[in-house]
């Protein structure tokens, strides 16, 4: 098991490693000269010349790419073109809220999407069946910020339920850092527990026809125990599958509610980063956050085992 | 399963009952005046109008988006799955492409272009690709084994050949439906990025557009986003419901 997960993490090296340069190749396979583009439309020479200089760009393209290469392995992300400071300090300023956000977002959609998934195949072709295929396909459809704004606009001004908007650190008040974050994980959760959901239902309607199940039943077991113990345990593994792809979603998704819940994350820097142009920020928040994500992919292979125990590495 | 290609049959009509306005060179930025159906915004622009004519840029970055990752990721995908040494590098390359977030790579390229229609769809364009590949290379390594294949190759038919008259046929039917997948994800990409300020030119009276101007008068004029925002999401939702008809219907997977 260990030796596996060695080989794994050895293999996502190589995806990586494309991930970087592919961040890195941006810079110079979009048209036009990226310093130029960087320095903005009013700069003078002088500025694009010190642009060009301080990124390197006057070098030759490999040499560039190498010496990325190397920055990124002793985790240097490089310096903010905007603030000066190391990319790795501002991602490190601005991870907190994102990864809270992101995992109070998981834990409404896994927490909600997987009972409506099991109930409506339970149920199937009854009207909470049909309620929740109707939720799971309108949910995948919405603009994240337009439902960040709806549900603002109801819970926050309407009612005055919950914040408008703003971020208060955990450490400073757990309370007040949920309360704040409850309406942009509901926002951001919509698609990915549409996702799971309609998942959740198409998985366990393949298991709930076996003849197991059949067998659960007639020997008198309740309804839920039958669901949870012998069908779902079944049909888990697409779901979780599903939890891990559609965790994308939920990273993008991200950035654009806390553009609209003004949150001060990893969204918010790379929106700022664009309308600086501060590419080194982009280049490196873009780099943490598919990392994040593949090892978040590894980490959900190698669950498969404790999930099905029949897999076996 | 029939209920679904059903109702995606009545909801696209639907959809395409609002196209046609869309498609009149009328009035544009009214100065405010009575029968604004959707309100004004704050330069007393008609919404409901900008919302018609956003309908246009909507469906053409959608429309553009799926033909084009279709188009390219499909001859990426006939040639690596075709020829095996390519297969290893360029899938590796594949695999790189998709670990990034399809928003976040989009962001990054759009902040190394001019924003402008066309700008975006490539910037869509790009991180779809990758997806379109996997889908094709799947199926011509599954179809490369198969007897009509193996036949055609006996009898001497080149490699080019065998990819368009018996490997491409074979291929329709899946990617048609990625490809509506496709545009109603591009679509509502494309309303991010503008949202954000990184996607149309804000002259553009795209939906995302709208809902970004829109976005500062929220407690004073709300419906400046809600309507774009029920247009987009019906949109998006028909063309949804159309792919997962066109997908029971061709019985793909």
């Known amino acids: ?313 | 399963m029939l209920a679904v290609v059903v109702l995606a049959g009545l909801l696209a009509p639907m959809w395409w009952t609002g196209d046609p306005e869309a498609l009149q060179p009328a009035e544009r930025l009214r100065p405010p005046s009575a029968g604004h159906w959707f309100g004004s915004d704050q330069f007393g622009r008609d919404i409901y109008t900008r919302t018609i004519y956003g309908t246009r840029v909507s469906l053409t970055v959608g429309g553009a988006v799926a033909v084009a990752s279709l188009v390219l990721g499909t001859a990426l995908g006939l040639v690596i799955g075709f020829y095996r040494r390519l297969d290893t590098i360029l899938m590796r390359v594949m695999d790189g492409l998709m670990a990034i977030p399809a928003i976040l790579l989009a962001l990054a390229l759009m902040a190394l272009m001019r924003g402008s229609v066309r700008n975006v769809i490539i910037a869509l364009v790009v991180p779809e690709i990758p997806r379109v590949v996997r889908l094709v290379r799947a199926s011509v390594l599954s179809l490369r084994e198969h007897l009509m294949v193996e036949g055609a190759r006996a009898l001497g038919v080149g490699t080019p050949r065998i990819l368009l008259r018996y490997v491409l046929p074979a291929l329709v039917a899946p990617l048609l439906v990625q490809g509506t997948y496709i545009c109603a994800s591009a679509m509502l990409v494309e309303a991010y990025l503008s949202f954000l300020g990184a996607g149309t030119p804000p002259h553009i009276p795209s939906w995302g557009n709208i809902m970004a101007e829109g976005r500062s008068y929220v407690q004073l004029a709300f419906w400046i986003i809600l309507f774009p925002g029920v247009f987009l999401a019906a949109t998006v939702l028909a063309i949804n419901l159309v792919g997962d008809g066109l997908r029971d219907l061709l019985n793909v997977r």
């Open chain 1, 1 to 313: 098991m260990l030796q596996e997960v060695a080989r794994r993490l050895m293999a996502t090296i190589p995806v990586m490693g494309v991930v970087a340069i592919a961040v890195f190749a941006l810079l110079h396979v979009t048209p036009g000269d990226p310093a130029t583009i960087i320095a903005g439309d009013y700069a003078t020479a002088e500025e694009v010349a010190r642009i060009r200089a301080r990124l390197g760009l006057d070098r030759p393209f490999l040499t560039q790419v190498a010496i990325w290469l190397g920055q990124v392995v002793r985790g240097d992300l490089g310096t903010s073109i905007f603030s000066g400071l190391p990319v790795t300090t501002l991602i490190g300023q601005r991870a907190e809220a994102t990864t809270v956000l992101a995992l109070y977002a998981l834990l409404i959609s896994v927490g909600v999407g997987v009972p409506l998934g099991v109930l409506a195949a339970w149920r199937r072709g009854s009207w909470v069946d049909r309620l929740v295929m109707i939720f799971a396909v309108s949910g995948f459809s919405m603009p994240v910020f337009w439902l960040g704004f709806l549900l603002v606009y109801v819970f926050s001004l309407g009612l005055g339920w919950l914040p408008v908007q703003g971020y208060v650190p955990l450490r400073e008040s757990v309370l007040a850092c949920l309360r704040h974050l409850t309406l942009p994980a509901v926002a951001l959760s919509c698609i990915y527990l549409a996702l799971i959901a309609r998942m959740t239902r198409a998985s366990m309607l393949g298991v709930l026809g076996e003849d197991y199940i059949r067998t659960a039943f007639a020997k008198g077991l309740p309804p839920r125990r039958v669901l949870i113990r012998h069908a779902f345990r079944n049909a888990a593994l697409p779901v979780v599958t599903i939890i891990g792809i559609g965790f994308a979603l939920l990273i993008g998704g991200a950035v654009v509610t806390e553009s609209v819940f003004a949150i001060p994350g990893l969204g918010r820097l790379t929106v700022d980063a664009i309308v600086r142009r501060d590419y080194p920020v982009i280049q490196g928040v873009v780099l943490v956050v598919s990392g994040v994500y593949v090892l978040i992919n590894l980490i959900i292979d190698l669950l498969y085992v404790v999930i099905d125990p029949r897999i076996r590495y």
